[in-house]
């Protein structure tokens, strides 16, 4: 989980506050329980819209 804890600014990884976004209802295509699990994103370009979305479960990041 070195991405949870290397808060590097060229990575910028970092939990996601759903109540700032446009989706306030998070990941509404998954189950309840996968719903409930803390959401992450990270930066794979400069640009502000190159963003990766995903949650872990156990050790493995799921992309959504």
């Not at 970092?14 to 994103?41: D, M, V, Y």
């Amino acid at each position: 989980m070195e991405l949870m804890s290397d808060r590097s600014k060229s990575l910028r990884f970092n939990p996601i506050n759903w109540g700032k976004t446009t989706e306030p209802e998070c990941f509404t295509h998954l189950n309840s329980q996968l719903r409930g699990l803390s959401a992450h994103e990270f930066a794979i370009s400069v640009n502000k819209h190159g963003r990766v979305h995903g949650f872990f479960l156990e050790s493995i990041f799921y992309v959504c």
